[in-house]
């Protein structure tokens, strides 16, 4: 049973839409007009048309956030994904962690991104939910009135080099460098920075849990369901994604079915500062990028189709001499 952690009036949040200017050197923002609450927002969401994907000016409906993050849990490395129901887009995809950026902090897209870390990456021990630290600062703790947070035993969260080419808002520049695409079918701007998040290595039994907010009866409302944890795990080799896909749970990694699964846009092929797609397929992104496949161990009816493959043949070539 899903376990409600907190409730919110969706009218309270407001963003704000962006003018943005792109040359094949850099990329800058800048809010205009009005700010728009929720639903607002989701009406100026549509498709729009970019001719030339190096050189534009367009006015788009909203900034968004994502983080890859990176996990470093005994002693190797993990992309995190979150599982999603996009009900504006009526999909379900796994994506980086994101959302949409609040009016107040446009200038500031870095803090909204280490917010939605807090509020979407939930990390469990069997003596309660750990807290993280972002540099020297406390990251928030969202659910603190309905879980039990450990102030021992941070995890911590640091930035990494990000994008080459350079994003503005103003005539500010965005020091880590995250990287930027416009999203054609919802006419918005996309910044992705780049995370890592270090678990202590005294934390045992952990396990990982994302938590959502979706509209219910009118009111944003973010709900814990262990039945269904909706956090996965790519491992890394050098760096490199690898074509697995896992759930932790009590220090145990439980291999997930990629069957069928669709990706968000963020792992579609980008032209210029461009992204055309809504998504892609998990077997075309693991094509495109050229990972290996592993091959899946065989059971024990398997083992004996085998042999009895075998075995047939050796019969059949014993007839024929």
């Not at 607002?40 to 367009?58: C, G, N």
Request: charged share 25%; with cysteine.
């Amino acid at each position: 049973m899903p376990r409600t952690l907190t409730t919110k009036n969706p009218s309270n949040f407001k963003t704000l839409p962006l003018f943005v200017e792109a040359t094949p050197e850099a990329l800058s923002y800048e809010s205009v007009g009005m700010p728009l609450n929720f639903v607002q927002t989701l009406e100026r969401r549509r498709q729009i048309e970019v001719p030339d994907s190096e050189r534009f000016s367009v006015e788009l409906a909203n900034l968004g956030v994502s983080v890859r993050l990176t996990l470093n849990w005994q002693g190797r490395d993990y992309w995190v994904l979150v599982r999603q129901r996009r009900e504006d887009r009526g999909d379900v995809v796994l994506k980086l962690i994101s959302g949409y950026v609040p009016a107040h902090e446009v200038n500031l897209p870095l803090h909204t991104a280490i917010q939605e870390v807090a509020e979407e990456c939930l990390l469990e021990t069997p003596e309660g939910w750990l807290g993280g630290r972002f540099n020297d600062t406390w990251l928030p703790a969202p659910y603190a009135s309905a879980l039990h947070y450990r102030e021992a035993l941070p995890f911590r969260l640091t930035t990494r080099s990000g994008a080459a080419r350079p994003v503005r808002c103003g005539s500010l520049n965005l020091i880590e460098r995250p990287r930027a695409y416009v999203h054609l079918p919802t006419a918005s701007l996309q910044l992705i920075y780049d995370l890592r998040l270090e678990v202590p290595a005294q934390a045992k039994g952990l396990s990982l849990f994302h938590v959502d907010e979706r509209l219910a009866k009118g009111q944003l409302v973010a709900r814990l369901s262990r039945s269904k944890p909706d956090l996965y795990l790519i491992p890394l080799n050098d760096g490199q994604p690898c074509a697995e896909l896992y759930t932790l749970k009590k220090d145990k990694l439980h291999p997930a079915s990629t069957r069928g699964i669709f990706l968000a846009e963020s792992f579609a092929p980008q032209e210029g500062w461009l992204v055309r797609e809504e998504r892609v397929r998990w077997r075309d992104w693991v094509a495109e990028k050229g990972l290996a496949v592993p091959k899946k161990p065989r059971t024990g009816l398997q083992k004996f189709k085998v042999k009895a493959r075998v075995l047939v043949r050796m019969v059949r070539g014993g007839l024929h001499k």
